[in-house]
């Protein structure tokens, strides 16, 4: 069974600052791993999706990594902004299974 | 193109009062699934479907019923609410095809999602 964690549960940073969120995942049969943000109050939007055959996806300032030996992927911001601040959450799914496996998230807060 | 439209959007229930959560898609999507989202769990998923008139359990499926009769919706179903369903449901739904065929194969759009409130 895929069980999929997330550390911290909270992150506070400066403006500017690069960081890194991570994602531990159990099952190294993963599929591929996906990478979301959401909002207070709001639905949640895909940002990055790595397939298990990739190292990594880039999308903009951010860079999302999977590295299945050792169970981990983490999600890289560069140049962090204040409307960055959200709540990040990782999902994988299993090779051969339809749903995800979601963390619980890290809650990020980044102040000008 | 509307992407997953979830209604309604806040819902308030007496114990025992049955429901629909309405889910709707225009993307053809032949993937579509409900998760429930509680405070320190997470996103749990209650059930799924791969298509028109298949559907499939989740972790928490009971009290819940679905069906798949178009590729459009999938309406999620409360029998009788309990205190215990009370919580904000999300509907998601993707391709099912490979990246290879199909490079927005196996990325999950969510609805904005429904609050539903037992008292």
């Known amino acids: 069974k895929q069980e999929v964690t997330q550390i911290p549960a909270a992150l506070s940073v400066p403006e500017g600052e690069n960081l890194v969120l991570n994602c531990s995942f159990t099952d190294s049969a993963i599929y591929n791993l996906q990478w979301f943000r959401q909002d207070p109050g709001k639905g949640l939007t895909s940002l990055l999706l790595i397939q298990s055959s990739q190292r990594e996806q880039t999308s903009g300032r951010l860079n999302a990594s999977l590295d299945k030996s050792s169970g981990r992927s983490t999600l890289y911001i560069a140049a962090s902004q204040p409307g960055d601040s959200a709540t990040y959450l990782c999902?994988?799914?299993?090779?051969?299974?339809?749903?995800?496996?979601f963390g619980t998230g890290t809650r990020l807060l980044v102040s000008p | 193109n509307a992407g997953v439209t979830q209604t309604p959007k806040f819902q308030v229930l007496k114990t025992g009062q049955s429901m629909t959560l309405q889910c709707a898609q225009d993307?053809?999507?032949?993937?579509m699934s409900w998760y429930r989202q509680d405070p320190g769990m997470g996103l749990r998923l209650i059930h799924y479907?791969?298509?028109?008139?298949?559907?499939d359990q989740g972790e928490v499926p009971n009290g819940y019923n679905v069906s798949r009769s178009t590729t459009e919706d999938f309406p999620l179903r409360l029998l009788s609410a309990a205190p215990s369903q009370t919580s904000v449901y999300f509907c998601a739904s993707r391709l099912t095809g490979t990246p290879e065929r199909d490079s927005g194969a196996n990325v999950l759009t969510f609805g904005a999602g429904s609050r539903l409130t037992v008292l």
């Open positions: 993307m053809n999507h032949e993937y």
């Open positions: 479907s791969v298509g028109a008139g298949i559907t």
């Open positions: 999902a994988g799914r299993n090779t051969g299974f339809q749903k995800l496996v």
